[in-house]
Structures are given as structure tokens and as C-alpha cells.
T-cell receptor, first 109, second 113 residues
Framework: RKEVEQDPGPFNVPEGATVAFNCTYS??????FFWYRQDCRKEPKLLMS???SGNEDGRFTAQLNRASQYISLLIRDSKLSDSATYLC??????????FGTGTSLTVIP | GAGVSQSPSNKVTEKGKDVELRCDPI?????LYWYRQSLGQGLEFLIY????????KSGLPSDRFSAERTGGSVSTLTIQRTQQEDSAVYLC???????????FGPGTRLTVL
């Protein structure tokens, strides 16, 4: 079983839509969780950390469910510039970062 | 520097040659990571450094791959006797303490002919 699993998509949504991505992880001892964004042929960039209490950054909301071992990212009012691949990342107690394979999002005018 | 830098940005080599890839992490970042990403694929963890030591080398795909870090800063990833399947983008990332969000360099695109 993979350490981190994500639905690869693709998700094609109209501008203004709300879209959610989920990601599951297998190591219950995982400690830190993140969402990264990767544009085509670019390096991943940290989008936001994910906290147990849930956290919001503008149009982006991240949530963690430790009991079910999944993290989610919600994007409200999608913009064309949100088109990218979104990677969930899980950090284990041994400080390995495991990346999901990414979910592709295309926002359509 | 302001961010993680990597060199070279592109490397084309012939099968069987050795290559060295360099990573300069963000100043003061104690944790350094190497990943590789094949076209259209996810990131594959290679190795993690805390300071100059590598507690986890489990991701290195074969004994042709080695990495070192000196002075708690610069790291080099060496691939000996390169094979075509080594072609990928090699990404370096660093973080302040381990476990925090990591910041990536632009990567080295390696092509083995």
C-alpha cells in the first residue's frame, strides 16, 4: 500500500466553482501534513500546512481527520490561475516526506 | 541566498557516465531532501539529511546513487554509470527543522542518452 494516495483526477471545473481534493495516508504516526501546488514543468511550492483544527487561507481551506487518516483541500471561487497539480504531503516521525502523485485541476473560463 | 538553488539546471549525458548534481539549500536550513520526478509522475523520495548525516538512505534506487552534504549546507547527489531510466528531474528541498514545510529548488533535468 502506498504511503499517500490521491485521486489523480483530472478535475475540470468552471470558474467560480468550489472543488475539493482528498488524500489518505497509511502511517498513523504521521505528524505533519501539507498541500503543495505544482505548475507544469515547475518545482512544487508549499501552499499550506494542514492543522488538526483545520485552517483557512483566503479561498483555500485545509482539514485533517486523524481518525480516518485523510486530509482535504477545499478551493472556493476557483480562478483560472488555480489550474495546477495539487500534491498532498505527509511527514513521518522519521522525517520522510511522502508525496501523493498529485491531483490535476483545470479551471475553465 | 533567497531560495534553494540547484546546478546544473539541465544535464545531458551518455549512458555509463557519472554525473554530479549540486544543491545549495536556504541558509540556516538544517534539513535537506533529494527527490526525483519522472515525466508525468509523482515525486520519489531519495534521501534526507539532517545536518551532514543521512538518517534515511532507503530511497536511493541502487548503489549507483550516493549523496553527501558538507558543512551542513551544500549537498551533492552523484549517479555513477548512468542508465536511461535515471532520466528525470532531480529536486532538492530544504527546511528549517525537519518536519516543517519544505522549499524546493528549481531542479536539475537529467537526460541520459
Amino acid at each position: 500500500r502506498k504511503e499517500v494516495e490521491q485521486d489523480p483526477g483530472p478535475f475540470n471545473v468552471p470558474e467560480g466553482a468550489t472543488v475539493a481534493f482528498n488524500c489518505t495516508y497509511s502511517n498513523s504516526a504521521s505528524q505533519s501534513f501539507f498541500w503543495y501546488r505544482q505548475d507544469c514543468r515547475k518545482e512544487p511550492k508549499l501552499l499550506m500546512s494542514v492543522y488538526s483544527s483545520g485552517n483557512e487561507d483566503g479561498r483555500f481551506t485545509a482539514q485533517l481527520n486523524r481518525a480516518s487518516q485523510y486530509i482535504s483541500l477545499l478551493i472556493r471561487d476557483s480562478k483560472l490561475s488555480d489550474s495546477a497539480t495539487y500534491l498532498c504531503v505527509v511527514n513521518t516521525p522519521t522525517y520522510q516526506f511522502y508525496f501523493g502523485t498529485g491531483t490535476s485541476l483545470t479551471v475553465i473560463p | 541566498g533567497a531560495g534553494v538553488s540547484q546546478s546544473p539546471s539541465n544535464k545531458v549525458t551518455e549512458k555509463g557516465k557519472d554525473v554530479e548534481l549540486r544543491c545549495d539549500p536556504i541558509s540556516g536550513h538544517t534539513a535537506l531532501y533529494w527527490y526525483r520526478q519522472s515525466l508525468g509522475q509523482g515525486l520519489e523520495f531519495l534521501i534526507y539529511f539532517q545536518g551532514n548525516s543521512a538518517p534515511d538512505k532507503s530511497g536511493l534506487p541502487s548503489d549507483r546513487f550516493s549523496a553527501e552534504r558538507t558543512g551542513g549546507s551544500v549537498s551533492t547527489l552523484t549517479i555513477q554509470r548512468t542508465q536511461q531510466e535515471d532520466s528525470a528531474v532531480y529536486l532538492c528541498a530544504s527546511s528549517l527543522p525537519p518536519g516543517q514545510g519544505t522549499y524546493f529548488g528549481p531542479g536539475t533535468r537529467l537526460t541520459v542518452l
